[in-house]
């Protein structure tokens, strides 16, 4: 089955930039969506088909995806971003997600 | 307000059965691919199945495969899973969501992205 891996824990100062990976098998030839979830709330989808925004998501949020790896990259990383992110791929017909990163911002 | 929500969940006991609905409000609902995606607690998050705009259609991750069915009411604008034979490890919170499709240009195509979910809704299996 496919895997999509993503680093456990990632860590960023405040106003620095965040960058949360996403690894699977030729994910570059699949897009990629990411979700933000904050704790006790539903996820919130911040980035599909690679790199887009959806309305509302602000522009520090971007993505990438290429061979076998996806980026989020949050730019000027604020408090409020604390999080954990997801990306997610399909495999044929079946949705399949990474396993989370907790992003830290201390 | 494009909306989304669960209803259903409880506790239950192995074995059990329990059928969870999801009202959807602000879109139209039969234009949409359905998904239900599951969290267990502390856990990260699993598709379970979605299932297409008129029902015809419908796929499950390996682990509820003759368990669960999903199914839907286009005319109430509502979502469903039927979930039998319940066990310990189908422990989670359980999200309905909207699929939109990707498109590019004119195009467009399924599947796409979980682009609106439900607040959620607990179902705890007791041993």
């Known amino acids: 089955s496919y895997t999509l891996t993503q680093p456990p824990s990632v860590s960023v100062s405040p106003g620095q930039t965040a960058t949360i990976t996403c690894s699977g098998d030729?994910?570059?030839?699949?897009?990629a969506c990411w979700f933000q979830q904050k704790p006790g709330q539903s996820p919130v989808l911040i980035i599909y088909?690679?790199?887009k925004r959806p309305s509302g998501i602000p522009e520090r949020f971007s993505g990438s995806n290429s061979g076998n790896t996806a980026t989020l990259t949050i730019s000027g990383t604020q408090p409020l971003d604390e999080a954990d992110y997801y990306c997610?791929?399909?495999?044929?017909?079946?949705?399949?997600f990474g396993g989370g990163t907790k992003l830290t911002v201390l | 307000e494009v909306q989304l929500v669960e209803s259903g969940g409880g506790l239950v006991q192995r074995g059990g059965s329990l059928r969870l609905s999801c009202a959807g409000s602000?879109?139209?609902?039969?234009?949409?691919?359905m998904t239900w995606v599951r969290q267990a607690p502390g856990g990260g998050l699993e598709w379970v199945a979605n299932?297409?705009?008129?029902?015809?259609?419908?796929l499950y991750v390996d682990s509820v495969k003759g368990r669960f069915s999903i199914s839907r009411d286009n005319a109430k604008n509502s979502l469903f899973l039927q979930m039998s034979g319940l066990r310990a490890d189908d422990t989670a919170v359980y999200f309905c969501?909207?699929?939109?499709?990707?498109?590019?240009?004119?195009?467009?195509?399924?599947?796409?992205?979980?682009?609106?979910w439900g607040q959620g809704t607990m179902v705890a299996v007791s041993s």
């Open positions: 969501a909207r699929e939109s499709p990707y498109c590019s240009g004119d195009k467009c195509y399924l599947p796409g992205s979980f682009d609106i």
């Open positions: 997610q791929a399909w495999d044929s017909s079946t949705a399949v």
């Open positions: 602000g879109f139209a609902f039969n234009s949409y691919y």
């Open positions: 299932i297409n705009q008129d029902g015809s259609e419908k």
């Open positions: 088909q690679d790199y």
């Open positions: 030729e994910l570059g030839d699949r897009y």
